[in-house]
């Protein structure tokens, strides 16, 4: 089912956009929070911090620079958030919250709505989950039917305030046929597509086991990543070869190709679609057309 169109008000309190802002839905009841943790003292003192809601803490792992989040839920954001910055854990440098606006969100409001975020941020495997179990909460039907309107709801704006927790991952399922493209390297082959986030690399694509010396002195980065998809399963080790064993989004072409390729690789020219014509290509006359 698609997704229907929505207007968003974006407020921001202090006029800059990485500061805390605010962010509503046209004919929603509910509103959220965003702010970096340097701006929690200015969200204490907003009426929301007294209100009944969800939250979501973000950051990244330092060890292994993977997104980590903690979904959460409170009677009383403050004191919930006041705990988590007392407890002095450093993976969380930025904070989302939902809350209602006629402030109607009880307990039992709460703890299913963080037991249904926990789950759809499991389905979307976009993070690293501090609590992989909700507290949960029994509502009557028709609470529960109100409750998954208003996920649908922080579906919609948590892309909008920075955080893609949510959001599903391209896959060969999602991605058109003619959205596909394929890059070589010897005889080895990987396929793709574009996604909103960069570029998605299709289980079953293969890619080089050994990098290019170059990449050892000017792309460590590429070896970095590499070594982590390898570490996390994503990437086999059949011998001659790596193999993809799940489809992986990248934040660009370029990234894609260059851990298919072993080295710097310019993915607009590298990923070919089945008439052979590059993104670059694609790109030029998308550009003509439109003149």
Do not use: C
Request: glycine residues 8%; proline residues 5%; aromatic residues 6%.
């Amino acid at each position: 089912m698609e997704t229907p169109p929505a207007t968003i008000k974006l407020f921001l309190p202090f006029g800059d956009p990485t500061r805390l802002r605010t962010a509503e839905l046209s004919n929603w009841s509910g509103k959220a929070l965003a702010a970096p943790r340097s701006d929690l003292p200015a969200f204490f003192n907003r009426d929301e911090a007294d209100q009944a809601g969800v939250y979501v803490l973000a950051g990244t792992d330092g060890k292994t620079g993977d997104t980590v989040a903690y979904v959460g839920e409170a009677e009383v954001l403050r004191a919930r958030l006041k705990r988590h910055v007392q407890d002095g854990q450093d993976y969380w440098n930025r904070v989302v919250v939902f809350v209602s606006k006629d402030e109607n969100m009880t307990k039992a409001h709460v703890r299913y709505l963080e037991g249904a975020l926990i789950d759809a941020a499991a389905e979307a495997d976009r993070a690293t989950l501090k609590n992989a179990q909700g507290s949960g909460g029994k509502l009557p039907e028709a609470d529960r039917a109100d409750m998954d309107v208003y996920l649908s709801k922080v579906r919609q704006l948590l892309p909008v305030l920075g955080s893609d927790l949510l959001t599903p991952k391209p896959n060969r399922v999602t991605s058109k046929a003619a959205d596909t493209f394929t890059t070589t390297i010897r005889k080895l082959v990987a396929t793709g597509a574009p996604s909103a986030a960069g570029f998605v690399v299709f289980a079953g694509s293969q890619a080089v086991v050994k990098e290019k010396p170059s990449a050892h002195t000017h792309t460590p980065y590429l070896i970095d990543q590499r070594q982590r998809l390898i570490e996390s399963g994503a990437l086999l080790d059949k011998g001659g070869h790596l193999l993809f064993a799940e489809d992986v989004e990248f934040t660009s072409p370029s990234a894609a190709a260059s851990v298919v390729k072993g080295g710097s690789e310019n993915g607009r020219t590298a990923w070919k679609n089945e008439d052979g014509r590059t993104l670059k290509q694609l790109d030029a006359e998308q550009s003509a057309d439109d003149a």
